[in-house]
């Protein structure tokens, strides 16, 4: 019942668990104190157990329930990134104090970029450590386990990294949906050896459906499309599924961004759509020129720089695009079936296509559209130019005129209106509305009221000022 405990209970069981709290934390059933304390505690309290448990690090992630009160920590809401950081790097059982003298510290990848002495030490140790973890059941699906499997790989020495990719293989299509492993996914699926390749797309495709329309696996199919150059291999995997499903994936916020980096070759024009997280992938354009490279280590712990794919990327897009487009404009031609797409999507996949028709001469070759086609991708694409301005009756510019007008105010200091003040009270006035005690409603009612009534009863009285 921690969840529906008092603040002073949960802190009297924390004090209970605090002296032998590694022994708690690996128990078959103490793990489960632990793991619903760091779910329900307050902050305070939450900072108090995290506090117990990054000196427990080396000790609980050797441990099958330990791992789970690491996940726990690492996964909640009130861990900020520094104490994430700091449970990544406590794997190394390093002393805080010598920790802090390496160069990018308290994030482990900084450290392993930088830290070039430290790499003989530090790297095999993290090898064991993802080998052990990925391989047992269920630990690879957590967040921390990803990042320690991304950072090896991206910093690791050669033999290690296919080593750890081969036994990622059979988890890439589960690891694709997650925000940590999406990049790892991708990242391991590149390394892979072009034919060994083919068992992992078969994975993609059982789930496709899902995956195009996933805010974190879409960059990663999206990726397939740069790496994979066997044109074949992705239609029967990838092309293929990605038609059936492509009023899915145009609805999609995230899905039908996959068409627009297929249609964007320039950086330029690639920022304006895609999310930032899709940069993490190392996605092909003209001005990237790592889009297919990577950088690991030899045995002798000296920088080797490899190729992952021996094609340009823009063949394989230009050999599928005409496919995933003539699927598009059939779509569209299907009054019932485009009166439910998603107009702005519709309308930015329309204005992407004119624009390598009209700019890339290799795509306009290859799409070969028609002036049917082109009339209807004007028809829905989103303005792509500069609105003209209004004209009324008259031949005058509206917009001519605003700029006039503001020309000649410009660098001029508004008056503000006046408020009129009010005609003072007569002196005849003033004197009847003393002497008829009126002058105690001024608090009731308003001036013009009080005025009136003096007014009235001035007549009343028929009295006539002297001439002179």
């Known amino acids: 019942m921690i969840k529906y405990g008092s603040t002073e209970q949960l802190g009297k069981i924390v004090g209970l668990i605090s002296s032998g709290y590694a022994n708690y934390a690996t128990d078959a059933y103490g793990h489960f104190v632990v793991v619903a304390l760091l779910r329900h505690a307050p902050h305070d309290l939450f900072d108090k157990i995290l506090s117990l448990t990054i000196p ?30 700091l449970l990544i790097l406590a794997v190394f059982k390093d002393n805080i104090a010598l920790m802090k003298r390496w160069k990018g510290y308290p994030i482990l990848e900084d450290v392993l970029a930088q830290e070039v002495e430290q790499r003989k030490r530090l790297l095999p140790k993290l090898f064991e450590l993802c080998e052990k973890l990925v391989s047992q059941k269920s630990a690879v699906d957590f967040p921390f386990v990803q990042r320690l499997a991304a950072a090896f790989i991206r910093n690791g020495t050669k033999h290690e990294v296919s080593e750890l990719c081969d036994t990622l293989r059979p988890h890439l299509a589960v690891l694709c949906t997650i925000r940590e492993g999406a990049p790892l996914a991708s990242l391991a699926f590149s390394l892979t050896e072009p034919k060994k390749r083919k068992v992992i797309l078969r994975a993609f495709s059982e789930n496709l459906g899902v995956l195009v329309v996933s805010k974190y696996s879409a960059p990663v199919i999206a990726r397939l499309f740069d790496i994979v150059y066997d044109v074949q291999l992705l239609c029967k995997y990838v092309v293929n599924d990605v038609v059936s499903h492509i009023t899915q994936l145009i609805n999609s916020p995230f899905g039908h961004q996959i068409l627009l980096h297929l249609l964007t070759p320039h950086d330029e024009r690639k920022t304006k759509f895609l999310l930032p997280n899709w940069f993490q992938h190392n996605l092909y354009s003209v001005e990237n020129t790592r889009w297919n490279r990577h950088t690991w280590l030899t045995h002798e712990y000296k920088e080797e720089e490899v190729e992952l794919c021996s094609k340009d990327a823009e063949q394989t897009h230009l050999a599928v695009l005409p496919t995933l487009i003539k699927k598009f404009l059939e779509v569209l031609s299907n009054s019932e079936v485009a009166s439910k797409l998603n107009k702005h999507y519709v309308g930015l996949i329309a204005r992407e296509v004119l624009h390598v028709h009209e700019k890339e001469p290799a795509y306009r070759k290859a799409l070969k559209l028609s002036a049917n086609d082109v009339q209807v991708l004007e028809r829905l694409s989103l303005s792509r130019g500069k609105k003209e301005p209004r004209h009324e009756e008259g031949g005058n510019s509206v917009g001519k005129i605003t700029s006039e007008v503001q020309n000649k105010t410009k660098g001029r200091r508004l008056e503000r209106p006046q408020m009129q003040k009010p005609a003072e009270t007569p002196r005849v006035v003033k004197k009847m509305m003393k002497s008829s005690g009126v002058e ?11 005025v009136s009534h003096a007014v009235s009863t001035l007549k009343k009285k028929k009295k006539v000022l002297p001439k002179k």
């Open 56 to 85: 427990a690090v080396p000790t609980l992630i050797s441990h099958r329930f330990g791992i789970e009160v690491i996940h726990s920590a690492y996964s909640s809401n009130l861990c900020t990134a520094t104490n994430r950081n």
């Open 440 to 450: 105690g409603s001024r608090k009731e009612g308003t001036k013009v009221e009080t």
